[in-house]
């Protein structure tokens, strides 16, 4: 009910404002638009209309900016449901995972990666199913293919490197190690190389990369210096 009042009163406020511009300004204008067309009219009106521009003008731009403002918020609305609806999928893939359900969790990571090629995690664990259920091919495959759209992502090179080890391509390993360490000097990386090294009996490789490690190192240099010599 106050709210109906406040409108009534604003409306007549506003009326009682065109009335009072129109009716004391009774100058008479004339607008040319062209040299044979022109329009008279009163000086009220022509402020009148000048305002009511203004006032449509402002309302347009509050329109527009108020319309992109509420895309922008379905928008986030609408990626905040993605999210969650992601995380759900995920833990319920990590759910297999764990219960060693090989066949269903590797479907639900795959759903995954197939909707967020780039997601690090759900590569990572549809590799690991894979291997662990024995294909090793498509494990490694996986990880491969995630790599190339994330070419330096450490943890997903650092997972590559590991895989080729067990399938005993040892060179292969080393190889993707040295991706990952031209980007970060990571201290499980220089360790993993080293052990790498020393398996193929690469012992002066394994000395540079000692010479990249901190101090505290459970790998002595001396160890290797005797295995090379």
């Known amino acids: 009910m ?14 009682a404002i065109t009335l009072y511009i129109t009716l004391n300004n009774k100058e008479v204008v004339h607008l040319y638009l062209t040299e044979s067309q022109q329009y008279t009219t009163t000086l009220g009106i022509v402020v009148l209309a000048v305002f009511g ?16 403002s509420y895309l922008r918020e379905r928008s986030y609305i609408s990626k905040q449901k993605e999210h969650e609806q992601l995380l759900d999928k995920m833990l319920e893939a990590r759910a297999y995972t764990a219960q060693e359900d090989w066949g269903k ?49 450490n943890e997903l090179l650092l997972e590559l490197a590991k895989l080729y080890e067990k399938t005993g391509n040892l060179t292969s390993a080393l190889d993707t190690l040295n991706v990952l360490l031209s980007k970060s000097k990571s201290k499980i990386a220089l360790e993993h190389a080293i052990n790498l090294c020393m398996q193929l009996q690469k012992y002066s490789d394994a000395l540079e990369y000692y010479s990249e490690l901190p101090d505290e190192i459970a790998i002595k240099k001396a160890d290797i210096v005797n295995m090379q010599i």
Request: aromatic share 10%.
């Open 2 to 15: 106050i709210g109906k009042i406040n409108k009534l009163i604003f409306a007549f406020i506003v009326v």
């Open 53 to 68: 521009s203004g006032i449509l003008v402002s309302t347009l731009v509050a329109l527009f900016f108020g319309f992109k």
């Open 105 to 153: 969790a590797i479907t639900l990571w795959g759903n995954i990666t197939k909707k967020n090629p780039r997601n690090t995690i759900a590569n990572v664990e549809l590799s690991s199913a894979l291997y662990k259920s024995g294909d090793s091919k498509n494990a490694i495959q996986i990880l491969e293919d995630a790599r190339r759209i994330t070419p330096f992502q």
